[in-house]
Antibody
Framework: QVQLVESGGGLVKPGGSLRLSCAAS????????MSWIRQAPGKGLEWVSY????????NYADSVKGRFTISRDNAKNSLYLQMNSLRAEDTAVYYC?????????????WGQGTLVTVSS | EIVLTQSPATLSLSPGERATLSCRAS??????LAWYQQKPGQAPRLLIY???NRATGIPARFSGSGSGTDFTLTISSLEPEDFAVYYC???????????FGQGTKLEIK
């Protein structure tokens, strides 16, 4: 069965950095776009970034552009999110997610999420 | 950035009733719109993609319609497990990037 397991979350000071990882299994990872989506405590969903199956195309929300970098390693079935210059408003649960196809698909599998807290 | 506006913010209905949720885009997204259901403490679940296609395993009581800027999610007869928060998501090519609506909370009346 499809599994997405995030890791790397935690408490970080404003201005600091963190790298999230997502281990994928149960499907052919290299066939799919992948996304990061976040949800601040008690708030709605916010799309953060996606990456194409071969890493040739990436895109970012304006709120993270220039600070976050998405990447993947298809040989390791892994997705990453490098987060730099973190701000208090980046505090959220970060979900790794599989995309069925862009732009006419949807996000059909989600990880359990990893909490990132940015606070001094 | 394309903005999605969902209405109403909260919808209070009883089991067995019909629910109609709206999602309006600030510019055309063609049919590139998805709907999700989220229950407390859980990750979202994909219900509808490409405006009107039900995802795998989604009951037939869920249906989506619309194109361009106006979209609707309809739940024909509410079951107790349908009470949750619903989000729409646009996936337009231009400008590139996804956005979510702010959500509609469907609560038991």
């Amino acid at each position: 069965q499809v599994q997405l397991v995030e890791s790397g979350g935690g408490l970080v000071k404003p201005g600091g950095s963190l790298r999230l990882s997502c281990a994928a299994s149960g499907f052919t990872f290299s066939d799919y776009y992948m996304s990061w989506i976040r949800q601040a405590p008690g708030k709605g969903l916010e799309w953060v970034s996606y990456i194409s199956s071969s890493s040739s195309y990436t895109n970012y929300a304006d709120s993270v552009k220039g600070r976050f970098t998405i990447s993947r390693d298809n040989a390791k079935n892994s997705l990453y999110l490098q987060m730099n210059s973190l701000r208090a408003e980046d505090t959220a649960v970060y979900y790794c997610a599989r995309d069925t196809g862009y732009p006419d698909g949807g996000i059909d599998y989600w990880g359990q999420g990893t909490l990132v807290t940015v606070s001094s | 950035e394309i903005v999605l506006t969902q209405s109403p913010a909260t919808l209070s209905l009883s089991p067995g009733e019909r629910a109609t949720l709206s999602c309006r885009a600030s510019q055309s997204v063609s049919s590139y719109l998805a709907w999700y259901q989220q229950k407390p403490g859980q990750a979202p679940r994909l219900l509808i993609y490409d405006a009107s296609n039900r995802a795998t395993g989604i009951p037939a009581r869920f249906s989506g319609s619309g194109s361009g800027t106006d979209f609707t999610l309809t739940i024909s007869s509410l079951e107790p497990e349908d009470f949750a928060v619903y989000y729409c998501q646009q996936r337009s090519n231009w400008p590139p990037g996804d956005t979510f609506g702010q959500g509609t909370k469907l609560e038991i009346k």
